[in-house]
Nanobody, 113 residues
Framework: QVQLVESGGGLVQAGGSLRLSCVAS????????MRWYRQAPGKQRELVAG???????NYADSVKGRFTISRDNAKNTVYLQMSSLNPDDTAVYYC???????WGQGTQVTVSS
């Protein structure tokens, strides 16, 4: 199992950008697919983006063209670069590993109009 720690959330105006980071413990990060999820108040947690061990990415339709997921295996870190943010992106963002199903504690993103 891996421990995951997210950071980078905050308050941003509509149209702004943020970069989230998720650092994983252990030495097998490069062998694990990683995902970002988000959960808005009163809504179910939803998949935002994923990246495989080979770097193949996929995105929810709602964030395509605005968000970019990437990974740095040397730093055991997965990133979520978010741009053109709008109030509908307000949520707690979580990273998740595809092998063990571990979750981080989440980081709050709030987009003001």
């Amino acid at each position: 199992q891996v421990q995951l720690v997210e950071s980078g959330g905050g308050l941003v105006q509509a149209g702004g950008s943020l970069r989230l980071s998720c650092v994983a413990s252990g030495s097998i990060f490069r062998l694990i697919g990683m995902r970002w999820y988000r959960q808005a108040p009163g809504k179910q947690r939803e998949l935002v983006a994923g990246i495989t061990t080979s770097g193949t990415t996929n995105y929810a339709d709602s964030v395509k063209g605005r968000f970019t997921i990437s990974r740095d295996n040397a730093k055991n870190t997965v990133y979520l670069q978010m741009s053109s943010l709008n109030p509908d992106d307000t949520a707690v963002y979580y990273c998740n590993d595809a092998n063990f199903g571990s979750w981080g504690q989440g980081t709050q993103v709030t987009v003001s109009s």
